[in-house]
């Protein structure tokens, strides 16, 4: 099995025509008279590969994109402003080695079977993971190879085109919607993977309704250009029978007990610190997963007494009175604010005794296996809090409900609310971390939803959506990118959730690459020429300016209407 998959990924960097190899196996006559090499592989086996590859290149983008730049650009959180490195972008080559080839492989080995029509659910999940991924792959990249990609091996093709994003948009919607339809139909005697599907064990319903969230996902990142074609897919999604991800129960969850992405280096190169503005935010609404999101600094009654007894006065910008004086953020960009953003890296000195007073991240709840500590690392890729919240939003913008999606706008946000403030506890419970809820979780909830600063009040409804929508994505920094980009909120001067001040100018995509000449050079040149990009251009200018299809026509960070 390692053999046969070990020379299906270098067949592979050579079929996507973005890398290449210095050698490679293109004459297959020696492995056929090798009984001891795999040529038929087992979908089943295939499957759990594509699935585990989902997460086990994670720790890389952890550490160099969503810690150091992504949360960074979204201000969930505020760090040493590092340059984008060219240690970004692992989802690309993940997706190239280690996801796509073994999905595309699957399909053939089932599509040669003599009894291939017991295989067919088999074969439509593979689409929805291919989705799934491909779409964190152009959501900072934009064109990328798809439709001719992994055509080296069977096909020799190793110039694959790059497919503008729009058209990746249209092909996974039409490939979503044939693996909804045959995932869902009554069909004889289907084959099954089992628990070789580490997400969902077979269910084929929880695929369906991975495929329609995923849609929902596509149909938001539509807005900006065809507003039709949002509410199209949305309607689709809404008329479903099975319909989207709407209970934890049916969360795309990657849970291994021995799985831990980022641990010791959830510092990296600088601490992670809270931002004024979602601090200011947690605070004021008592919000359960602000224990969750952040630590406690050190200013507790003790501390407090010993920087009196040695006349060390709390800073200004720090309420002596405060109840939640434990929890402190600052300016999401130092410069706009140096006074305070001082005290992220000099504590208060009481004697002997230092004090830091800017919160953390959670550094458990992030790396629950730092310092040989015993928590598991759980992450959700696609969540019912996400679905929910999407529904409000679209339902709030007049995209109307469906036979299957019902209710109203607040509906769906208190839905979305209390999926995310249990999720994220249960996450914070297996990291063994600090929890926001307790046994009495249900009436800790319904106090949350009842205060006004929390309630929608017909005002300002669909700015509570979306930014209760964005602390949703504490754990999921592709998706909290891309609602920035897609929304502008936070919104620059807001009554209710003000953004930061923030000079430093944001990337609002990655970089592709060149190939190496005499490879895949004239494809690559067409996508930068298509997509209006300056070839090999990595400035943060160029980056912010030249947008992707689906940001074009998106606000600028903190414009939001």
Same mark, same amino acid.
């Given at each position: 099995?390692k053999?046969?998959?070990?020379?299906c990924?270098?067949? *592979?960097?050579?079929?996507?025509?973005?890398?290449?190899?210095?050698s490679c196996?293109n004459?297959?006559?020696?492995?056929?008279?090798d009984?001891s090499?795999?040529?038929?592989?087992?979908?089943?086996?295939?499957?759990t590969?594509?699935?585990?590859?989902?997460e086990s290149?994670q720790g890389?983008?952890?550490?160099?994109e969503?810690?150091?730049?992504l949360?960074?650009?979204s201000q969930?959180l505020?760090?040493?402003?590092?340059?984008l +490195? *060219?240690n970004?972008?692992?989802r690309y080559?993940?997706?190239?080695?280690n996801?796509?080839p073994?999905l595309v492989?699957i399909?053939k080995?089932?599509?040669?079977?003599t009894?291939?029509?017991r295989?067919?659910k088999?074969?439509?999940?593979t689409?929805?993971?291919s989705a799934?991924?491909?779409?964190?792959?152009?959501?900072m990249?934009?064109?990328i190879p798809?439709? %001719?990609?992994? %055509?080296g091996?069977?096909?020799q093709n190793?110039t694959p085109?790059?497919?503008?994003q729009?058209?990746? =948009?249209?092909t996974?919607? !039409?490939?979503?919607?044939?693996a909804?339809t045959?995932l869902?139909?009554?069909?004889p005697d289907q084959?099954?993977? /089992?628990?070789?599907?580490?997400?969902?064990?077979?269910d084929w319903?929880?695929?369906?309704?991975?495929?329609n969230t995923?849609?929902?996902r596509?149909?938001l990142?539509?807005?900006?250009q065809d507003?039709?074609k *949002?509410?199209?897919i949305?309607k689709?999604?809404a008329?479903?029978?099975i319909g989207?991800i *709407?209970?934890?129960?049916?969360?795309?969850?990657?849970?291994?007990p021995d799985?831990g992405?980022i641990g /010791?280096?959830v510092?990296?190169r600088s !601490?992670?610190f809270a931002t004024?503005?979602?601090?200011t935010f947690?605070?004021?609404?008592?919000?359960?997963?602000m224990v969750?999101?952040?630590s406690p600094?050190d200013?507790t009654?003790?501390a407090?007494d010993s920087?009196?007894k040695?006349?060390?006065?709390v800073?200004?910008?720090?309420?002596?009175a405060?109840p939640?004086?434990?929890?402190?953020? /600052?300016?999401?960009?130092?410069t706009t604010n140096?006074t305070?953003?001082? =005290?992220?890296? #000099?504590p208060?000195?009481?004697?002997?005794?230092?004090?830091?007073?800017?919160s953390?991240?959670?550094k458990v709840?992030?790396?629950p296996t730092?310092?040989g500590a015993?928590g598991t690392?759980h992450?959700y890729?696609?969540?019912?809090a996400?679905t929910?919240f999407y529904?409000?939003?679209?339902?709030q913008?007049?995209?109307?409900?469906? +036979?299957?999606i019902?209710g109203k706008a607040?509906?769906?946000y208190k839905?979305g609310i209390t999926?995310?403030l249990?999720t994220?506890?249960?996450?914070a419970q297996?990291?063994l971390?600090t929890? /926001?809820l307790t046994?009495?979780?249900?009436a800790e909830?319904a106090a949350?939803l009842?205060?006004p600063?929390?309630?929608?009040n017909?005002t #300002?409804?669909?700015?509570?959506?979306?930014?209760q929508?964005y602390?949703?994505?504490?754990r999921l920094?592709?998706?909290?990118?891309t609602?920035?980009?897609?929304?502008?909120?936070?919104?620059n001067g807001?009554?209710?959730?003000?953004r930061d001040?923030? #000079?430093e100018?944001i990337?609002?995509?990655y970089?592709v690459?060149?190939?190496p000449?005499?490879t895949n050079?004239a494809?690559?040149?067409?996508?930068q020429?298509?997509?209006?990009f300056?070839p090999?251009?990595r400035? !943060?200018?160029t980056l912010?300016s030249?947008r992707l299809?689906f940001?074009?026509?998106?606000?600028?960070?903190g414009?939001?209407?």
């Amino acid at each position: 099995m390692k053999n046969i998959l070990v020379k299906c990924a270098a067949g *592979t960097v050579l079929a996507t025509g973005l890398l290449w190899a210095t050698s490679c196996e293109n004459n297959f006559g020696d492995i056929n008279t090798d009984p001891s090499v795999v040529i038929t592989p087992d979908p089943r086996f295939l499957f759990t590969h594509s699935l585990n590859s989902l997460e086990s290149y994670q720790g890389a983008e952890w550490i160099w994109e969503n810690l150091e730049q992504l949360l960074r650009f979204s201000q969930h959180l505020t760090t040493d402003p590092y340059e984008l +490195s *060219t240690n970004i972008n692992s989802r690309y080559s993940a997706y190239y080695t280690n996801i796509l080839p073994n999905l595309v492989e699957i399909r053939k080995q089932i599509d040669l079977k003599t009894n291939k029509e017991r295989f067919q659910k088999m074969r439509a999940a593979t689409y929805v993971v291919s989705a799934l991924h491909g779409l964190r792959v152009t959501d900072m990249n934009g064109s990328i190879p798809y439709s %001719q990609a992994i %055509q080296g091996r069977d096909e020799q093709n190793y110039t694959p085109q790059y497919d503008t994003q729009k058209v990746l =948009y249209d092909t996974w919607l !039409t490939e979503l919607n044939e693996a909804i339809t045959t995932l869902s139909a009554d069909l004889p005697d289907q084959e099954n993977y /089992g628990n070789a599907d580490i997400i969902y064990h077979g269910d084929w319903t929880k695929w369906v309704k991975a495929a329609n969230t995923i849609k929902l996902r596509i149909a938001l990142r539509y807005e900006g250009q065809d507003k039709a074609k *949002t509410q199209q897919i949305y309607k689709e999604v809404a008329d479903n029978a099975i319909g989207p991800i *709407t209970e934890d129960a049916d969360q795309f969850a990657y849970i291994d007990p021995d799985w831990g992405p980022i641990g /010791g280096d959830v510092d990296y190169r600088s !601490t992670r610190f809270a931002t004024k503005s979602i601090m200011t935010f947690l605070k004021q609404t008592k919000d359960p997963r602000m224990v969750i999101y952040f630590s406690p600094n050190d200013l507790t009654p003790s501390a407090l007494d010993s920087l009196k007894k040695y006349n060390q006065p709390v800073p200004a910008f720090i309420d002596a009175a405060d109840p939640l004086i434990r929890f402190q953020g /600052g300016p999401a960009d130092w410069t706009t604010n140096p006074t305070v953003a001082q =005290y992220y890296k #000099n504590p208060l000195n009481a004697g002997s005794n230092k004090y830091v007073v800017m919160s953390t991240i959670n550094k458990v709840f992030y790396a629950p296996t730092r310092n040989g500590a015993k928590g598991t690392f759980h992450d959700y890729m696609l969540t019912s809090a996400e679905t929910c919240f999407y529904i409000a939003e679209l339902i709030q913008k007049g995209y109307g409900t469906g +036979s299957k999606i019902t209710g109203k706008a607040e509906d769906w946000y208190k839905k979305g609310i209390t999926s995310s403030l249990r999720t994220m506890n249960s996450i914070a419970q297996a990291a063994l971390s600090t929890t /926001g809820l307790t046994a009495n979780a249900d009436a800790e909830i319904a106090a949350y939803l009842a205060q006004p600063a929390v309630k929608l009040n017909g005002t #300002n409804d669909l700015e509570r959506i979306y930014i209760q929508e964005y602390l949703n994505f504490m754990r999921l920094p592709t998706e909290a990118f891309t609602f920035v980009r897609r929304t502008g909120y936070p919104k620059n001067g807001s009554a209710y959730y003000p953004r930061d001040a923030f #000079n430093e100018v944001i990337p609002r995509r990655y970089w592709v690459d060149e190939p190496p000449l005499g490879t895949n050079n004239a494809n690559w040149q067409t996508a930068q020429a298509e997509q209006q990009f300056t070839p090999n251009d990595r400035t !943060t200018t160029t980056l912010n300016s030249q947008r992707l299809w689906f940001d074009k026509n998106n606000p600028a960070f903190g414009q939001g209407q």
